[in-house]
Structure formats: structure tokens, C-alpha cells
T-cell receptor
Framework: GESVGLHLPTLSVQEGDNSIINCAYS??????FIWYKQESGKGPQFIID?????DKRQGQRVTVLLNKTVKHLSLQIAATQPGDSAVYFC????????????FGKGTLLTVNP | NAGVTQTPKFQVLKTGQSMTLQCAQD?????MYWYRQDPGMGLRLIYY???????DKGEVPNGYNVSRLNKREFSLRLESAAPSQTSVYFC??????????????FGPGTRLLVL
């Protein structure tokens, strides 16, 4: 889920387990969504995107699910590895603008070896 | 392709000093963006440039100015730095003119400390 205040929600998993990170988005008119990964000291890195005419999209070890009814987005990471440890946040193309994204505050994923 | 590059990586300023953060992209993208990222908060848009020759204010533009020098370069200027501008600054670019790809690609960031 998304953070409140200064502390990010955290998810701690064991190496090899599957991870699910959730995001509630704000605008029912949003038609494009992105998941980013941000490692400590680095810029956000694109993982996967999905358009509103889809419910599911798969990439390499990652799957994004979109539930427009409840405005919910999730990122599933299969066989989580220590290198997956990072902050993950979602972004939505809200308000019909091609130029602006609204970003969530993120979830910290920690993978224990 | 280097993607999006930013300089400098780190900077310490005294209150009232000025500086310019540089950003360049080699992906031939039309749109470029400047964000700031503060602890516990999402990325907040400072300014963006939808295309060469245009700039617009984002969510938190006060205290900043931008210049879209050409299609590749988009700079952010702090005329009189304040401690509240201590943050990590990210530049990004995208190519929404295609109507297909709105993904924004980010640079590595500039860490700014204003004393």
C-alpha cells in the first residue's frame, strides 16, 4: 500500500518467495499506469506498464494486475531475489494529460537471503 | 545510449547561493521533466517541458526556473537557494507525442544540500 507520513510501508520476504506490492490510485479517469523500482541512491527505473483496457500484463518475473472497479494496482514479483530489494512505486497518468504522472509514495521491499 | 544524464551528482550550497542543475537525454524524446523527491513523499513535479520551446509549471514551481535549451537539454535553476530546497532532484524524459508511450525515464539524480 501507499505510505502515510515519513515512513514507507515495508514488505519483507524470503528469497525465492513471491512478492505482491499494492497501490491504490486516485483518479478513475487514469488510463495508463507504471511501476517503478528505485534502489538506494539511484533514479527510478521502469519495470512494467499497463493501459486501462487491460487487466493483466506480464513481463520477465513480474506481473501487473489492474482492478479498475476498486482503483487498485498490484505488482507481483516471482521468485524474489536479493537484487529485487528496493522501493517500488506506482504512477498513474491522471487527468487525461499525456505529460504528467502522479506518483505514489512507495513500498520498501526487503528480500532476506 | 546513456539515457538521461544529470550533473552534478552532489552539491552543497549556502542559503542565497544560486546554481543550475543540468539534464540531457539522448533518446530523442520530446518531453522533459524536473522532479524533487523528499523522504516519505512521492516524486513532485517542479516544471516540465512538453516539447522544445515550451515550459510549464508543475506542482511545486516556486523558487525554481527552467530552460529548455534544445531538444536534448533541460536545465533547472535555483536563483537563491533556501534550506527547504534540500532534496534529491530527478530529471526525466518521455515521448508522449507518439500517442503510445508515456513512460518517463529518469536520470540518476542530483543530491542537493542547502545550509
Amino acid at each position: 500500500g501507499e505510505s502515510v507520513g515519513l515512513h514507507l510501508p515495508t514488505l519483507s520476504v524470503q528469497e525465492g518467495d513471491n512478492s505482491i506490492i499494492n497501490c491504490a490510485y486516485s483518479n478513475s479517469a487514469s488510463d495508463y499506469f507504471i511501476w517503478y523500482k528505485q534502489e538506494s541512491g539511484k533514479g527510478p527505473q521502469f519495470i512494467i506498464d499497463i493501459r486501462s483496457n487491460m487487466d493483466k500484463r506480464q513481463g520477465q518475473r513480474v506481473t501487473v494486475l489492474l482492478n479498475k472497479t476498486v482503483k487498485h494496482l498490484s505488482l507481483q514479483i516471482a521468485a524474489t531475489q536479493p537484487g529485487d530489494s528496493a522501493v517500488y512505486f506506482c504512477a498513474e497518468n491522471s487527468g487525461g494529460s499525456n505529460y504528467k504522472l502522479t506518483f505514489g509514495k512507495g513500498t520498501l521491499l526487503t528480500v532476506n537471503p | 545510449n546513456a539515457g538521461v544524464t544529470q550533473t552534478p551528482k552532489f552539491q552543497v550550497l549556502k542559503t542565497g547561493q544560486s546554481m543550475t542543475l543540468q539534464c540531457a537525454q539522448d533518446m530523442n524524446h520530446n518531453s522533459m521533466y524536473w522532479y524533487r523527491q523528499d523522504p516519505g513523499m512521492g516524486l513532485r513535479l517542479i516544471y516540465y517541458s512538453a516539447s522544445e520551446g515550451t515550459t510549464d509549471k508543475g506542482e511545486v514551481p516556486n523558487g525554481y526556473n527552467v530552460s529548455r535549451l534544445n531538444k536534448r537539454e533541460f536545465s533547472l535553476r535555483l536563483e537563491s537557494a533556501a534550506p527547504s530546497q534540500t532534496s534529491v532532484y530527478f530529471c526525466a524524459s518521455s515521448n508522449p507525442a507518439t500517442g503510445l508511450e508515456e513512460t518517463q525515464y529518469f536520470g540518476p539524480g542530483t543530491r542537493l544540500l542547502v545550509l
